[in-house]
């Protein structure tokens, strides 16, 4: 198994009050797993390109289905052909599992 089909196996996890954010190394170590995304200090962030605007709404609410069932959240900007997805969380003011757990997720439904 892979290492991003490890994280696509995980369900998120509400974050306990007092939960510290992941470590550096810790971050640094669920980044390398993902493809193509970027790590800015307490986020990460990916931009998705697609044909056009049916294509990217189709996404978008893909991405909102998601989320429904992880009970976690993203950022979107929308444009025409593109979106950029960033995760951080808020109830740990940095980055959890959770994060990466669905980045590798939304990875998997861009790829069908």
Known sequence: MNTASSLTSKQCKPCAKGTPPLSNTEADSLIRQLENWQRYD?????????????????????????????????????????????YTTHSVNGLSENDFICAAKIDALFKI
């Open 42 to 86: 307490h986020l990460i962030s990916k931009t998705y390109h697609f044909k056009d605007y049916y294509q990217t709404i189709a996404f978008v609410n893909a991405i909102a289905w998601l989320s429904h069932r992880e009970d976690h959240h993203p950022d979107l900007t929308v444009t025409y052909n593109s979106c950029q997805v960033e």
